[in-house]
């Protein structure tokens, strides 16, 4: 997907980064506001992974929206533990 298409829905997407990364707060989703940077960066933070990891994390998670229309159990993969 591309990032500026997902900041443009990141009202609707943040929900699904909240049930994909449950560490992420209310304040984390403002904060990042469809910003791919600072949501890698955040979410290292709070997991403590590599960013690696991370990204490669965030790449499967737009992937499920790429095209298509966001619906509830959208996200890619399970969430870091």
Known sequence: MI????????????????????????RDLRVIAGNRERLVG???????????????EVRAFTRAFDGATISAGSAAEPPLT
């Open 3 to 26: 990032w500026g298409k997902l900041r443009e829905r990141w009202n609707e997407i943040s929900g699904l980064a909240s049930q994909q990364w449950q560490l992420l707060t209310e």
């Open 42 to 56: 955040i979410l290292q933070q709070r997991y403590g992974a590599h960013r690696r990891t991370i990204e490669r």
